[in-house]
């Protein structure tokens, strides 16, 4: 059973045409939009649009929203889980051929990289400032060497889902994720997908606060 994980914050305008694109091409047997107290029609949408929502009634952030999406997969009995962006900038033909390659590779954990893989269009500032940041700050403090720092699509199998229980409710769960399978023993790959840039994305005063919640959650138990 393959099931797609899709979090979700005032997304109206792209969520139903990415849920549409995600069924009719991965063919996943369920889709489940996570809509983290939106203050559009994203819920709406996204069913009309043949997803399964659960609705936040609070704003909680991308990491809550994806471990709720994951403990729904989890009493589903899912096989494979993939999390995948609302707001279109992921590939959906990119899934299935990602499925297959971490079944091949024989390991827990697949995590997209925008590495590898032509017509890429990173943005100069993420490219050359934020994410070489980022690779440093996770190999440094977190002992993690990745090439791609913080990548929304990834691939669990069961086994993944069932160790790992992201804590960080916002955007530091793409550096914990690493970090807690390494500590369940799991094993790792990184994939090339496609990303489509629409915005410019993260944002200087977004990665510093993503390094406080991670120093946070590391340093105070």
Known sequence: MVGIVIPAYNEEKKVAQVVRSVIAIARPDFVVVVNDASD??????AVAAGAQVITHEINRGQGAALETGHEYARRLGADFVVDFDADGQFEPADIRPA????QKSTTDILIGTRFGVGGNKIPFFKKY?????????NRIFLGVKMSDAHNGFRVYTKRALNEIFIRQDRMAHASEIPVLAHKAGLKLCEYP????YHEYGQRLSGAVKI???LLMGKFIK
């Open 40 to 45: 559009d029609n994203t819920a709406e949408v």
């Open 99 to 102: 499925i297959d390659f971490l």
């Open 129 to 137: 400032f934020l994410l070489p940041l980022a690779r440093l700050f």
């Open 193 to 196: 997908v496609r990303v489509y």
């Open 211 to 213: 390094v406080g919640d």
